[in-house]
């Protein structure tokens, strides 16, 4: 990871003042699904009183708490001697820098022996004051979003990996492409398969322990992150499900997401989307209308086939994220997906990823099947 | 430019150690091209003694000297008094490393009062030995691939300018795209247009005085580059000739690209190619297969399709780089390549770019005639 070698985890106090909910705080609401021991309290004055299964619907007692103060006392009470407290940066600030009160809360937790994570794009370890106070109490100042220094630029050579290699896609950012990840790997795992994870954003850093964030890479090596995360996962696995991040008919993240294409070279891929969202998420994109699914099946697939002309890379399942959706209206979201592209369709949290892992199975065997077809 | 508000531009001696062709030193070849004023003479010791003219087939006297201690004795003779010297980086090392020699070179030409230009991925100024003798010299380092520090997330407000955009893109990296850019801009303003160029890259950048390189931008904001060069250079044009960067088949740079397409929004893209190329430039991609022209077309169409429902963005014409070429066989390849697509096509140093600017214009016309078709 792109933290001071042999840091451990610390248990997390979550700072997503006025966006602890399920889209908004992707952070906050992922730390809280895949690493649910680690957090003890939300800090959101808008919520506070509540619980995380009263916000989100999972999370179970994990407290929202108004102020800084408030949730270190409750760490007092829950949490056990050997283990350290750090601040977990769960709000996106737009254009970057942090509001005033965030920067002053941080300040006042760092002075009282708090370690701090962030995933923003401006690192906090770059930032004067932060460091001043982080070397003063001695704790570490951690950005998830720093990439190495030494990425190569991308030469395909993913595409000669013996490991399948699944890539999540999807019609806009933040539809679950890094969920349906998580639970393929966990469901091929369970069914005997030697699957790893490539976390390519900072919360999938942040919850699985290591990887890059992608969308912080300098774009003439972005593809080339891509393409060593890839071949690392690769190492002793069967299968390597590769987060994907963006959307190519997002204006502004698509070269990101050609990076991550034309970086892991996936045989396959999972397209993921929001049932309920006609276009691109954010009020500068509502003029980018979200096309019906089998053409930006098309599109995913067309893409890859600029650069890898020996085997043909294709859409193997769709996930929607229906959160925000009645059940009767989300099955039948799922069917009408399904009908029109011709491939299986799920909500992997709602209702399992279980076809999805049997897509992706089912199309690694074709692959072995027609081995000799990839090149090198 | 990203350089020291008000500094001049010098004359330059252009270090292109082993590198100086038409195809290895694009920076050496373009500044001769279109600088020639401003170049004393060029270091490469496998070609000293010989003269711009006759390594590249331009360029006259400019002379090649075999080290830098016999490129200031030319110097001497020739600057005159007033004008400030500096070494140009024409070199690009696999890596991004300088070689030892270049290193050592570099820091004798800063200890005689030479400044250092370069448009390396690793700047000269973030160097700390480089940074220690240019300040006790008191000599500038120059990085042109330095990008500005607030470049936002693209919005597609590019589509919103009334100045017609043209990009020009290619089958592969080094094919021309910023000289059919320049060139057009010449002709366009020769025809009374008022026709602006947005540098992209370090030697566009070099040549026009300003610019951001995108390849050197952070990929969640290169298309955010793209889109503030665009609407900066469209202040008073009726037409912006945006200098492209890599290729959408290319595995490493297409994320670039793509950002280009997505932040420029062009209406109209003219596609470079050398139609003595049959793979991807460089060692590694031989194995990508650059295919017919007529599917390089539809494949920059579709990408800009994705983002842009409201107007059709079109490939209106083709530009070769057939240095490499007899001239019956360029001909041949033009005429072939004309009838495969249906579009003009013509190489712009050797045959000129006119057919170009009248496709442009056409297709200006054209898109202004559909009025209203523009979205916002």
Same mark, same amino acid.
């Given at each position: 990871?792109?933290?001071?070698?042999?840091?451990?985890?610390?248990?997390?106090?979550?700072?997503?003042?006025?966006?602890? *909910?399920? !889209?908004? =705080?992707?952070? $906050?609401?992922? +730390?809280?699904?895949? /690493?649910? &021991?680690?957090?003890?309290?939300?800090? %959101?004055?808008?919520?506070?009183?509540?619980?995380?299964?009263?916000?989100?619907?999972?999370?179970?007692?994990?407290?929202?708490?108004?102020?800084?103060?408030?949730?270190?006392?409750?760490?007092?009470?829950?949490?056990?001697?050997?283990?350290?407290?750090?601040?977990?940066?769960?709000?996106?600030?737009?254009?970057?820098?942090?509001?005033?009160?965030?920067?002053?809360?941080?300040?006042?937790?760092?002075?009282?022996?708090?370690?701090?994570?962030?995933?923003?794009?401006?690192?906090?370890?770059? *930032?004067? !004051?932060? =460091?001043?106070? $982080?070397?003063? +109490?001695?704790?570490? /100042?951690? &950005?998830?979003?720093?990439?190495?220094? %030494?990425?190569?630029?991308?030469?395909?050579?993913?595409?000669?990996?013996?490991?399948?290699?699944?890539?999540?896609?999807?019609?806009?950012?933040?539809?679950?492409?890094?969920?349906?990840?998580?639970?393929?790997?966990?469901?091929?795992?369970?069914?005997?398969?030697?699957?790893?994870?490539?976390?390519?954003?900072?919360?999938?850093?942040?919850?699985?322990?290591?990887?890059?964030?992608?969308?912080?890479?300098?774009?003439?090596?972005?593809?080339?992150?891509?393409?060593?995360?890839?071949?690392?996962?690769? !190492?002793?696995?069967?299968?390597?499900?590769?987060?994907?991040?963006?959307?190519?008919?997002?204006?502004?993240?698509?070269?990101?997401?050609?990076?991550?294409?034309?970086?892991?070279?996936?045989?396959?891929?999972?397209?993921?989307?929001?049932?309920?969202?006609?276009?691109?998420?954010?009020?500068?994109?509502?003029?980018?209308?979200?096309?019906?699914?089998?053409?930006?099946?098309?599109?995913?697939?067309?893409?890859?086939?600029?650069?890898?002309?020996?085997?043909?890379?294709?859409?193997?399942?769709?996930?929607?994220?229906?959160?925000?959706?009645?059940?009767?209206?989300?099955?039948?979201?799922?069917?009408?997906?399904?009908?029109?592209?011709?491939?299986?369709?799920?909500?992997?949290?709602?209702?399992?990823?279980?076809?999805?892992?049997?897509?992706?199975?089912?199309?690694?065997?074709?692959?072995?099947?027609?081995?000799?077809?990839?090149?090198?």
């Amino acid at each position: 990871m792109n933290t001071p070698a042999g840091l451990s985890r610390p248990v997390f106090i979550i700072l997503a003042e006025g966006e602890f *909910d399920n !889209e908004t =705080s992707k952070t $906050a609401a992922s +730390a809280i699904r895949y /690493l649910p &021991d680690r957090v003890q309290c939300v800090i %959101d004055s808008t919520q506070a009183g509540r619980t995380s299964q009263q916000v989100l619907g999972f999370g179970g007692d994990i407290p929202v708490v108004a102020t800084l103060e408030e949730a270190l006392e409750h760490g007092e009470r829950s949490a056990s001697g050997g283990i350290s407290r750090a601040i977990l940066i769960g709000i996106a600030p737009q254009g970057g820098a942090l509001p005033a009160e965030a920067r002053a809360l941080l300040l006042r937790a760092i002075d009282v022996g708090l370690s701090v994570w962030g995933g923003l794009h401006t690192f906090l370890s770059d *930032d004067p !004051e932060f =460091s001043a106070h $982080a070397n003063q +109490a001695g704790v570490a /100042l951690v &950005d998830l979003r720093r990439p190495p220094p %030494d990425i190569p630029v991308a030469t395909g050579r993913a595409a000669a990996s013996s490991a399948f290699r699944v890539l999540t896609v999807g019609t806009d950012c933040n539809v679950g492409k890094m969920t349906v990840s998580l639970e393929l790997r966990r469901l091929l795992r369970e069914r005997g398969v030697a699957a790893n994870f490539a976390g390519t954003g900072q919360t999938g850093i942040l919850i699985d322990g290591h990887g890059i964030a992608v969308d912080a890479v300098v774009s003439d090596f972005v593809a080339g992150a891509a393409e060593r995360l890839t071949l690392d996962a690769a !190492e002793g696995a069967d299968i390597v499900l590769v987060e994907g991040q963006g959307s190519l008919l997002h204006p502004g993240y698509s070269p990101v997401t050609l990076g991550l294409l034309h970086g892991a070279m996936p045989q396959a891929m999972i397209l993921c989307w929001m049932p309920g969202r006609p276009s691109i998420y954010g009020g500068n994109y509502d003029w980018v209308t979200i096309p019906p699914l089998d053409q930006v099946v098309r599109m995913y697939e067309e893409a890859m086939s600029w650069v890898i002309p020996p085997f043909r890379s294709r859409v193997v399942g769709l996930a929607a994220n229906t959160y925000d959706m009645p059940e009767e209206e989300a099955r039948r979201a799922l069917e009408a997906a399904s009908e029109l592209t011709g491939l299986p369709a799920t909500d992997p949290i709602r209702f399992g990823a279980e076809p999805l892992a049997d897509a992706v199975l089912a199309e690694s065997a074709v692959v072995a099947a027609a081995a000799g077809g990839v090149h090198k």
